[in-house]
T-cell receptor, first 110, second 116 residues
Framework: KNEVEQSPQNLTAQEGEFITINCSYS?????LHWLQQHPGGGIVSLFM?????KKHGRLIATINIQEKHSSLHITASHPRDSAVYIC????????????WGAGTKLIIKP | KAGVTQTPRYLIKTRGQQVTLSCSPI?????VSWYQQTPGQGLQFLFE???????NKGNFPGRFSGRQFSNSRSEMNVSTLELGDSALYLC???????????????FGPGTRLTVT
């Protein structure tokens, strides 16, 4: 079992829909990252959070430390949101190494 | 502030050769991490350097090595290239002011290596 699991693996939605991507982890963490990778490879950090909730524009990230679960939400989705979304956990037991989820490929259709 | 730069952006090598990739972090950042990404695979952690010391290492064979210079620039080297080493190699820098809390990672554009 992977230490960081994302779901779904693939997600296709219509423009305007509310999107939720989930990330569950089994290790003790001090922080969790959400990143976005566009076709072509460029990776952009979206959020780093250790508790509660963060919002940036149409993106919202939440984390529940007790349940070892984080979600990334996109409101009013747009085709330009199409990308791979990756969560990564900063694992305390692994010498504070980032452990990466496999990513969720999101396609938003116009 | 200039972003993370990686050189070269594209590289074609033949099996058995060796390759050196370079990463220049954001000014002031002392941590550089290297990742390999193959088609359909997630990011695989190679190693992390902080202030010229390798602090973490992933599960890669000894053919993969790296180093960091006093100006925080980092290089990774792959010797005796295999076809399976074809991948996008990404580096990321962070300030890592406090290691346990973590810092936002800033990624370079990557070097796409093709081994024939």
């Amino acid at each position: 079992k992977n230490e960081v699991e994302q779901s779904p693996q693939n997600l296709t939605a219509q423009e305007g829909e509310f999107i939720t991507i989930n990330c569950s982890y089994s290790v003790g963490i001090s922080a969790l990252h959400w990143l976005q990778q566009h076709p072509g490879g460029g990776i952009v950090s979206l959020f780093m959070l250790s508790s509660g909730k963060k919002k940036h524009g149409r993106l919202i990230a939440t984390i529940n430390i007790q349940e070892k679960h984080s979600s990334l939400h996109i409101t009013a989705s747009h085709p330009r949101d199409s990308a791979v979304y990756i969560c990564a956990a900063l694992a305390m037991d692994s010498n504070y190494q980032l452990i990466w989820g496999a990513g969720t490929k999101l396609i938003i259709k116009p | 502030k200039a972003g993370v730069t990686q050189t070269p952006r594209y590289l074609i090598k033949t099996r058995g050769q060796q390759v050196t990739l370079s990463c220049s972090p954001i000014s002031g950042h002392r941590s550089v991490s290297w990742y390999q990404q193959t088609p359909g695979q997630g990011l695989q952690f190679l190693f992390e350097y902080f202030s010229e010391t390798q602090r973490n290492k992933g599960n890669f064979p000894g053919r993969f090595s790296g180093r960091q210079f006093s100006n925080s620039r980092s290089e990774m080297n792959v010797s005796t290239l295999e076809l399976g080493d074809s991948a996008l190699y990404l580096c990321a820098s962070s300030a890592k002011l406090t290691r346990t809390l973590g810092d936002e990672q800033y990624f370079g554009p990557g070097t796409r290596l093709t081994v024939t």
